[in-house]
């Protein structure tokens, strides 16, 4: 057996959310083929190692080069010269584009790189900054290839920052649906008990600004029907979300528990699913959702309109905002028949179009082509 590929994760982040779960997922599917190194821009953020299965070989990188800060040439060299201790490099997001910079600006014995841009945070969820699109456009050049999960973020990386067709690859998020379609453990929710005549509403998120968590506390706020919110995550945003359910008066009917692994084990014991994000681009919780077989409410950010099925786009509100949400919201929880029929339909789809295998073996082609090296993360 040859070496393993010697793999360096520069993350903007390494708390467990859409683009760290897919990390880990392709970081489980290499197996022993591949070690990997990783980098967090926030040193603390590293909720998503839980995820990481036994026997992965992996290290969290201790006094790496700074991700972020003010541009310099000394720290873009240390970068550098830091990267190219590896086989391969792969960077995610805004908060790792300095990694992709500093291939540019010292490009000699530098390893192949492939940048990934899942979304945008709260700071350019109404619109993208000029000067980190220009910043974009330079550094993404250096780049062996460009990977997104939307087709929204596809046509932004083409016309905003101006990438060749060849250099931008768009490989949609997957899951493994058919652990989805089992039955949920019961007790995998700590605090939640299932009423038969309450209708658990479920997201599942980072407590984060961008995904305007008060905001779907508000919707539920309005509803007519029983219902338990139960709202799976862990962030700087706990307090808002917990103050918004106590001014309604639902602190009752919230449950958060906190980061939850393996969601396959918990996400059928929601009734819908719900988002209320200013960004998204192509959620892994929708994907989760759809194969458990459960309606999904949304605001139309991203790609969650073209993901889920056609009998679920009139829950897809045409604007953002919590009143749209909750109108979404009071169809379905006034309709078990409904509510099953849609999420059928999202099964269906789910299962035909977003299997992790088909992610899986696009991504590994594309790396091994980076590395020049076929076959080498081959199971």
């Not at 467990?16 to 070690?35: C, D, F, S």
């Not at 972020?68 to 201790?85: D, F, I, K, Q």
């Not at 910079?101 to 490009?107: D, E, H, K, L, T």
Request: aromatic share 6%.
């Amino acid at each position: 057996m040859s070496q393993p590929v010697n793999i360096l994760h520069l993350h903007s982040s390494f708390s467990l959310g859409g683009k760290e779960a897919r990390a880990v997922r392709l970081m489980n599917a290499w197996g022993t083929r591949a070690r990997h190194t990783i980098v967090s821009g926030v040193p603390d953020a590293l909720g998503a190692r839980a995820a990481i299965a036994r026997g992965i070989n992996y290290e969290i990188a201790q006094d790496p080069p700074a991700l972020t800060g003010r541009p310099s040439v000394a720290r873009y060299e240390a970068l550098a010269r830091y990267m190219r201790r590896f086989d391969l490099v792969l960077t995610y997001n805004w908060g790792a584009i300095d990694g992709v910079m500093a291939r540019r600006v010292f490009a000699k014995g530098a390893p192949p790189l492939i940048h990934h841009e899942d979304g945008f945070n709260a700071d350019e969820a109404a619109g993208l900054k000029i000067e980190r699109n220009i910043y974009r456009r330079m550094a993404l050049g250096a780049a062996d290839a460009l990977v997104v999960p939307s087709e929204v973020l596809e046509a932004i990386a083409l016309t905003t920052w101006k990438q060749p067709r060849a250099r931008v690859h768009r490989i949609a998020n997957g899951i493994p649906t058919a652990l989805y379609a089992g039955k949920p453990e019961l007790k995998a929710i700590p605090g939640l008990v299932r009423n038969r005549q309450e209708v658990v509403i479920g997201a599942l998120a980072g407590l984060r600004e961008v995904k305007d968590l008060p905001v779907l506390v508000r919707a539920c706020g309005g509803l007519a029907g029983k219902f338990r919110l139960v709202i799976v995550g862990e962030g700087p945003e706990r307090d808002r979300i917990n103050a918004a359910a106590a001014a309604l008066g639902i602190a009752d009917r919230l449950v958060m528990p906190g980061f939850l692994d393996r969601p396959h084990r918990f996400m059928g014991l929601f009734d819908v699913v719900a988002l209320s994000s200013k960004s998204e681009q192509f959620p892994i919780s929708v994907v989760e959702g759809m194969a458990a077989g459960l309606p999904i409410v949304s605001p139309p950010v991203g790609d969650v309109a073209r993901m889920v099925a056609a009998e679920n786009a009139p829950f897809i509100t045409a604007k953002p905002g919590e009143v749209k949400l909750r109108d979404a919201l009071e169809a379905l929880v006034a309709d078990s028949d409904l509510r099953r029929r849609v999420g059928a339909a999202n099964q269906a789809k789910a299962r035909g179009e977003f299997d992790e295998q088909v992610m899986i073996e696009r991504y590994r082609t594309l790396y091994e082509g980076a590395m020049r090296r076929p076959g080498v993360l081959a199971v």
